[in-house]
């Protein structure tokens, strides 16, 4: 019987057309990616802050459309291109892989933004469960039955102390207002000298 209803159904395999479930990447495949993919890039520069503003202050003065036009120039004479130490088909080249590598840097932009914010979520999460677990701790302890908390719950408490003192002295206290000064006093005028005509 057993025999007979295995070849009347026999179990069926995945095909190719059957959607298979995704594989989700933990952060260390993540970033196990994210540096074998950097290894195999050509270049990448990391910048300081003064050294990319510096480069931004650059690009202001030659706008998109200029830098475009004046690439045209180069690539219509060959003495200009001769002029600038540069071959035509290399500065074509360049301008396109400007472009193709600003789409890959808004995408990497797009994707950290979603990973920042995902963990933001998480932290804010792990933060409340937090605050419950020492709301609840705070009130167990009273309990003498709970007294192996109190350690931690007198830790927690220590610690928050210190913190709401650093973040006390960390605001910087408002001005005091000046006084504003008093009007000058306005010198009388001096009554106008008649001269007589002879």
């Known amino acids: 019987m057993t025999f007979t209803n295995q070849t009347l ?3 069926t395999a995945p095909t190719a057309d059957t959607p298979q479930p995704t594989v989700k990447l933990t952060p260390e495949n993540i970033l196990d990616q994210l540096r074998s993919m950097r290894s195999q890039m050509d270049e990448v520069t990391p910048l300081d ?3 990319r503003q510096q480069l931004k202050q650059r690009m ?3 706008p998109p459309n200029v830098v475009e036009l ?3 120039v180069i690539s219509k004479s ?3 291109a001769q002029a600038v130490g540069q071959p035509t088909d290399d500065v074509l080249q360049l301008q396109t892989d400007v472009g193709r590598w600003a789409l890959v840097a808004a995408e990497l932009r797009a ?4 990973v920042e914010g995902a963990n933001l979520v998480r932290r804010e999460r792990l933060a409340f469960i937090a605050s419950q677990a020492y709301s609840f701790g705070s009130q167990l302890v009273r309990d003498p039955a709970n007294a192996e908390l109190v350690p931690q719950v007198e830790e927690i408490k220590r610690l928050k102390a210190i913190a709401r003192r650093k973040k006390t002295a960390a605001q910087p206290q408002p001005p ?3 006084p504003s000064p ?3 006093p306005v010198p009388a005028s001096a009554p106008a000298s008649t001269t007589s005509k002879a």
């Open 9 to 11: 159904n026999p179990p």
């Open 49 to 51: 802050k003064t050294q």
């Open 60 to 62: 202001r003065r030659q």
């Open 70 to 72: 004046s690439i045209g």
């Open 78 to 80: 060959g003495t200009v």
């Open 111 to 114: 994707f950290f933004q979603g």
């Open 176 to 178: 005091s207002p000046k």
């Open 182 to 184: 008093a009007p000058a």
